[in-house]
Every structure is written in structure tokens, then in C-alpha cells.
Nanobody
């Protein structure tokens, strides 16, 4: 089992910045990936950004150049720095974790609301 605890998020005006964090604990192996998904009302959950334990990253096209994902492996923590936020970034943001080779269950955080007003 892996537990994920998110923090950060909130409300900001368009053009502003926010950072969300997520700490993982439990059955964590050395090779894994952590990331952030988001779900807006009436829409499917979508990948925002993902980072492997080795540092490789993937971003949704809609956030490239504005969002930066990073991680601290010693703290099992992933961060998402969100800059130049747009109203369309408004969603519940979920932390995601998955080990690569053992216990490959998808684990999710409880979600944190990000609201961007115009």
C-alpha cells in the first residue's frame, strides 16, 4: 500500500502561480513514477505531468512551458509548480503514484482544488 498526502492548491487570478505538493509513504520501490492528473467538472481525468524516479518528465501539451514538475526522492515528494495559470486550468488536481516493477497498483491522492479566475 502507498499513501499520498497532497497540499497546496487554492484560488488565484489568471496569470498567477500556485504550487501543489504530494508526499508518498508506504511500499515505495526505488523505480517509480509520480505525477499529477486533473479533472474539471464534466470532463475526464487527464494527465498533467509525470516524473520518473530517474528524473524523466512528461507534460500535457496544454501546460508545457507553464508548469514544472519536480521531485525529491529522499522525501518521496513530488511538486508541481504552476505559472501563468489560466481559467481552463481550474480543476481538482490528483497526485498519482505507481511502482514500475512491484505492486504496480495505481495510487491516488484525495485531490486538491485549483481555481483560476479571469
Amino acid at each position: 500500500q502507498v499513501q499520498l498526502v497532497e497540499s497546496g492548491g487554492g484560488s488565484v487570478q489568471a496569470g498567477g502561480s500556485l504550487r501543489v505538493s504530494c508526499v508518498a509513504s508506504g511500499s515505495i520501490t526505488s523505480i517509480n513514477y509520480m505525477g499529477w492528473y486533473r479533472q474539471a467538472p464534466g470532463k475526464q481525468r487527464e494527465l498533467v505531468a509525470r516524473i520518473m524516479s530517474g528524473g524523466n518528465t512528461n507534460y500535457a501539451d496544454s501546460v508545457k512551458g507553464r508548469f514544472t514538475i519536480s521531485r525529491d526522492n529522499a522525501k518521496n515528494t513530488v511538486y508541481l509548480q504552476m505559472n501563468t495559470l489560466k481559467p481552463e486550468d481550474t480543476a481538482v488536481y490528483y497526485c498519482h503514484f505507481r511502482n514500475v516493477f512491484r505492486d504496480t497498483t495505481d495510487y491516488w491522492g484525495q485531490g486538491t482544488q485549483v481555481t483560476v479566475s479571469s
